[in-house]
């Protein structure tokens, strides 16, 4: 499991990415709560994911930020990742982020992404 914390900050809310190996949806449900077995990450407002199955099958969770699943799953497709989930976790730092939200979501892809390369 590669956690990076405390990527970045965007008017209050806090950002952290998470993923790993994943080869079955209950995989993927052990992953998270796995993740929320530290306080933190437990307490976040939102720990949206998306992993594209061994088997081709695809799944995500918003967690409640309506939308993020689906930009972390579109971007494992373009980059032809399989097999791993990634997880997005946001603390909601007050202030309503609008669309910027799917901006941050694939700002902190990313930043899994080139971590683990």
Not at 45 to 73: C, F, Q, R, S
Not at 81 to 94: A, D, K, L, N, S
Request: proline share 3%.
């Amino acid at each position: 499991m590669l956690i990076l914390d405390g990527i970045f900050t965007d008017r209050g809310s806090k950002y952290a990415v998470s993923g790993g190996p994943c080869g079955s949806a209950e995989a993927a449900k052990a992953f998270v709560k796995q993740l929320c077995r530290k306080k933190k990450f437990a307490k976040a407002t939102h720990n949206t994911y998306a992993v594209i199955l061994p088997d081709g099958t695809p799944l995500k969770n918003d967690d409640g930020e309506a939308g993020a699943g689906m930009v972390i799953l579109r971007m494992l497709e373009r980059e032809g990742v399989v097999g791993e989930i990634v997880v997005v976790t946001r603390w909601f730092g007050g202030t309503h982020l609008g669309g910027d939200r799917f901006r941050r979501v694939q700002d902190a892809v990313r930043v899994y992404l080139d971590a683990r390369a």
